[in-house]
């Protein structure tokens, strides 16, 4: 089990973690970009908010014993929240070094550089008003350039403007309030008046880290290893680190791990998901005349129908539990599952004939060593099954084929065409852990 996460929504809070692999040398580590969501700074609160305590629910569900939000925007949008709604969990968040920074000045100016979200949260205003009544605080704002470092782009004309202000008010010390900010202390220097003191609180946060580690009686003794895990789907990055893909995209209502799968709720078209199979809510004749089968038969192409008449001509009509393989055409997937959920009555087994359906199609998506599907709610529309118990059979089902066998499945989305669906399934993966 890893003992210690560490989030952030890009490579920012590396800086964070390699601070604690200092105090902290054999624990296991696992270190979470959300790049399918970053930079945080660019965000309302509420949207911060709202994923962050999306992605700690992921963790506690991957058996996670501390969370650390190496992010000042994450921070302050949702640390005190996160206490409250997980209040088993030990929560280490990051604050601009204000109480630090107004021992170290000399002349009592000092300078924060972070981003717009973060100055919006209550935890920076709480510090200030703790730590800095008799000093001057220049609030620097530093919007664009949290990725410009996250890309690799160059950061000198973000630092050419961001920076002459700070100087100009004559501030002696300066703190960086972003976790990405100390990836480029050298160049943020040497634009600062000769004996400015910078300041970043990574080391103070890593030794706060092993302090909860200690007060909640979690074992830092693993094996030292240390995972990458990344939201987005691309695990190539210019970083030189190795990446694994736990694909909790952007409009992710919720994720749960199992095993070592992520099953999540995604509002979307699943007609555009760049999965390697798409799962179809079929009729038995594979004939593709509505709802979501008319969707992927439209944005597949004529292909799809062509394979589908070919495999009722080989195999007959499509039965419970039975998969149909085709390709998905001109979609971002590489297959389609076709399956055949039941018409919903009342007496009628459909709890049984829905989780042969789903265990039909993910049968078929591991025979074909596919690592991510997208799965609709299959006998929720058209076919009159219950959306909140069509769901939840949905979602029990997936977990128990992961949970029983030895899939390839990495990634499992729930999708929902709209909102309600989207919270239904939310909801539903909620309970399977």
Request: hydrophobic share 45%; proline share 4%.
């Amino acid at each position: 089990m890893t003992q210690i996460a560490i989030f952030d929504s890009g490579i920012g809070g590396t800086t964070v973690l390699g601070r604690v692999r200092d105090r902290a040398p054999w624990a296991d580590l696992v270190y979470v970009a959300d790049h399918a969501f970053g930079p945080y700074g660019e965000r309302t609160l509420d949207e911060v908010r709202t994923r962050t305590e999306l992605l700690a629910r992921y963790l506690v569900s991957a058996g996670v014993s501390e969370i650390v939000i190496a992010c000042n925007s994450a921070s302050a949008a949702a640390l005190h929240h996160l206490r409250d709604v997980l209040p088993d969990v030990a929560f280490v968040g990051m604050e601009p070094a204000v109480k630090p920074a107004t021992e170290l000045t000399r002349n009592g100016i000092v300078a924060i550089l972070a981003t717009g979200a973060t100055f919006q949260g209550e935890l920076f205003r709480s510090l200030v008003g703790q730590h800095a009544s008799d000093v001057t605080v220049i609030e620097q704002a530093c919007p664009g350039l949290a990725a410009a470092v996250e890309s690799g782009a160059q950061v000198g004309p973000l630092l050419d403007r961001f920076l002459p202000p700070v100087v100009r008010a004559g501030a002696d010390v300066v703190v960086l309030g972003c976790t990405h900010y100390p990836l480029i202390r050298s160049e943020i220097e040497e634009r600062l008046g000769e004996g400015t003191v910078v300041v970043d609180p990574s080391d103070a946060v890593a030794k706060q880290v092993v302090a909860v580690a200690h007060d909640h009686e979690i074992d830092l003794k693993g094996v030292a290893s240390t995972v990458y895990w990344t939201t987005g789907l691309e695990t190539e990055h210019d970083d030189g680190l190795r990446w694994t893909t736990i694909d909790i995209p952007e409009s992710a209502a919720g994720a749960v791990r199992t095993g070592e799968t992520t099953m999540s709720a995604v509002l979307g078209d699943i007609t555009t998901m760049l999965v390697d199979a798409v799962v179809n809510a079929a009729n038995k004749q594979l004939i593709h005349g509505g709802g979501i089968a008319l969707a992927i038969a439209l944005a597949g192409g004529e292909s799809i129908n062509d394979e589908s008449r070919v495999w009722i001509d080989e195999y007959g009509s499509l039965e419970p539990g039975t998969a149909a393989l085709t390709s998905a055409g001109r979609m971002p997937a590489s297959y389609v599952i076709h399956v055949a959920g039941p018409i919903y009555a009342e007496g009628k087994e459909n709890e049984e004939l829905l989780a042969a359906a789903v265990f039909g199609a993910l049968d078929t998506a591991s025979e074909i060593d596919a690592e991510s599907v997208a799965m609709p709610a299959i006998s929720a529309g058209i076919y009159g099954y219950p959306a909140d118990e069509a769901t939840v059979v949905i979602a029990e089902s997936v977990a128990e084929f992961i949970d029983n066998t030895g899939t390839a499945l990495r990634s499992v989305r729930l999708v929902g065409y709209d909102d309600a669906m989207t919270k239904r399934f939310a909801a539903a993966i909620s309970s399977v852990t």
